[in-house]
């Protein structure tokens, strides 16, 4: 059995319907009580008013000419009640004729009373169906002898105040009910669709990554959280992924070196070296071991700039001086391999950033067009405004990258075969896109026309 008061949505609806069903009750008995107390209020005037009338009539004549004009007026058919009665509590003159129910009068402050009755045959409301009557008046004494009432039925009034407060405490259960019915029905909805979601979630937590929540038709609340968590498990599966291809590629990267740091010292200590055989040895052992180390310096770097671990001061950065420092530093080896390098930035283009983290990124490119270009490449580096960004580019004149490749080139580890001769770690394109990514930019590889590669970096000046 399900316990419904477990389930928000079944507390969130009763206590809607809760808050509806008092704010009805608080509504309807106001409109009750007004009702009430406006039929009251009336008929209380007209029996005040009646009253002055048949003071005035004592005042002037006595009591003979009182129960003359009570006699006329009993004659009228209205719901006005007069019952003149004399000491033995005989009725005199009047329209009321149950004596029996006068000795239980209900009386209130200023002469105020009231009393029931069965309606009988000399009613003045005769043809219609017997039923208790209910009158509200004044009472007077006459000359100590006489006591004069007059009054008015009030049976309809109460009947409907009744039958009003019967309909309100009838319509208050009935949306309760209804409430706490479509309550139920509602959660059970939800419930279902919980429990598929809640099925679904220990499947994936018992090691089926490739199994997604159920999203139904509807755009509401939970197929929405279904879509954004769906979202977040092919983001973790790409992840997870892309940790098993980095970790592949590391292992296969990194035998490379080392088994040729070992052989090379085996067959060191196989043959008869020298001191000068010694020496070299050690100097290629050195530089093997130079680039596991600046292997795990990139992915040490590109690691903390994803993760935001590592704080990086902004500066206001000038671009063209950027440039021309970094050109400096690359030229001699440019020169080596008959390559030109070229500064297109405009001049008093600045940018906020981290300058460490951009000269990086410049420098990278500039090795890989350097490193994978031919001889004489031409290498220019630039940069310009475009609206509210900065856009950098390296270009060469070099074989470019497949469109296919295009995305697969700035993952961890990711070489071409064209490279695969070539020394490098697969890290450079990677520590770029980090770089682009902590300064809000995006980062796009462009054929260069009539060929080549152009790789534009596109920055938020004020990120």
Known sequence: MINLFRLTSFRLIFIYTLLLVISICLITFYLYWSTARDLQNRADQDIVQESKMLVRVYQRGGVKELARVISQLSQIPNANLYALRNDKNDIVVGNFTDKDSLWNLERFDD?????????????????????????????????????????????????????????????????????????????????????????????????????????????????????????????????????????????????????????????????????????????????????????????????????GSLSLDKERIDINSLIENIIDLWEPLAEEHKITLTNQSSQNIYLQGNMNLLSQALSNLIDNAIKYGPLENKISIGAKFEKENVILWVSDSGPGILEKDKERVLERFSRLDASRNTQGTGLGLSLVKSSIKFHKGTIQLLDSNPKGLIVKLKIPKGF
């Open 111 to 307: 002469n105020w009373v009231s009393f029931s009755s069965i309606r009988n045959s000399q009613s003045v409301n005769a043809n219609l169906p017997l039923r208790k009557q209910f009158y509200r008046g004044k009472e007077f004494i006459v000359r100590g002898s006489y006591n004069l009432i007059i009054g008015r039925d009030v049976s309809n009034e109460i009947y409907l105040k009744e039958r009003f407060l019967n309909t309100i405490i009838s319509a208050t259960l009935l949306i309760l009910i209804l409430g706490l019915f479509g309550g139920y029905i509602l959660s059970r909805n939800i419930l279902n669709r919980i429990s598929a979601i809640n099925k679904t979630s220990i499947e994936i937590m018992d090691g089926n990554l490739l199994q997604r929540l159920p999203v139904g038709p509807t755009n509401d609340e939970l197929n929405q959280l279904s879509i954004n968590l769906n979202n977040m498990l092919d983001r973790l599966n790409k992840l997870m992924t892309g940790m098993k291809d980095v970790s592949d590629n590391i292992a296969h990267d990194l035998r490379t070196p080392l088994n040729k740091i070992r052989t090379n010292l085996e067959v060191t200590l196989m043959s008869n070296p020298t001191t000068e055989s010694y020496k070299n040895s050690v100097e290629e052992v050195i530089q093997d071991i130079d680039i596991l180390i600046n292997t795990f310096n990139s992915l040490l770097a590109i690691s903390r700039v994803d993760s």
